[in-house]
Nanobody
């Protein structure tokens, strides 16, 4: 059974940092692009960042470039993706989701894919 599980959300003051984790397990895990999305009340879901299956290629939304960094650890039975979020702003407040998409190419044309699997989300609140 395929499973994605996010963790690491919480409450942080503006200017602070958080690191989100997404553990992807339960299936042959080769060739999955992983992405982070976020959604806040009243807004559409937004792609924040994505990473190709080897980690060679990454993409970021303009709103987070220079502040967020995506990475991944490809172990034998699990894949863990991270989103390091620095210099957090109030507008980063949202529920953050990770998603996985089977794609054999190791380069990305943005993050707009029809993702196969989604996690349940983790809340990030940035407030003083």
């Amino acid at each position: 059974q395929v499973r994605l599980a996010e963790s690491g959300g919480g409450l942080m003051q503006p200017g602070g940092s958080l690191r989100l984790s997404c553990v992807f397990s339960g299936f042959p895990l080769n060739y999955y692009t992983i992405a982070w999305f976020r959604q806040s009340p009243g807004k559409d879901r937004e792609a924040v960042s994505c990473i190709s299956y080897t980690g060679r290629d990454t993409k970021y939304a303009d709103s987070v470039k220079g502040r967020f960094t995506i990475s991944r650890d490809n172990a034998r039975d699990t894949v863990t993706a991270y989103l390091q979020m620095n210099n957090l702003k109030s507008e980063d407040t949202a529920v953050y989701y990770c998603a996985a998409y089977l794609m054999y190419e190791d380069y990305l044309n943005g993050c707009d894919y029809d993702y196969d699997y989604w996690g349940q989300g983790t809340q990030v609140t940035v407030s003083s």
